[in-house]
């Protein structure tokens, strides 16, 4: 199981960027993914999960940020928008230990993780 997360970069407040997690080794679309951050000195929180075209969302990024699937490419995607500052962070995707699991902001839900990829916000 593979996960590579990619998009990250610097980026002026109200800004947008769009983060890539590009998924191998399991069946595409039976598991829930989820993105999470991590920002320093905090703990890692979930940030969306999408499960069988349903997406969920943080109430913290709930209207700015989107999250999509490409069936094709095995990959999903994180577009944020009306980026704050308050959203640097490292962000990671990471796929649910279960083909049952259903959406979690729970860590422990999910087993296999991206490396993360940095995202940061000037004001």
């Known amino acids: 199981v593979q996960l590579v997360e990619s998009g990250g970069g610097l980026v002026q407040a109200g800004g947008s960027l769009r983060l890539s997690c590009a998924t191998s080794g399991f069946t595409f679309g039976a598991y829930a993914i989820g993105w999470f951050r991590q920002a320093p000195g905090k703990e890692r929180e979930g940030v969306s999960c999408i499960r069988s075209s349903s997406t969920y969302y943080a109430d913290s990024v709930k209207g700015r940020f989107a999250m999509s699937s490409d069936n094709v490419k095995n990959t999903v995607y994180l577009q944020m928008n009306s980026l704050k500052p308050e959203d640097t962070a490292v962000y990671y995707c990471?796929?649910?230990?279960?083909?049952?699991?259903?959406?979690?902001?729970?860590?422990?839900?999910?087993?296999?993780w991206g490396q993360g990829t940095q995202v940061t916000v000037s004001s």
């Open positions: 990471a796929r649910a230990r279960s083909t049952y699991a259903s959406c979690s902001y729970s860590r422990s839900a999910f087993g296999s």
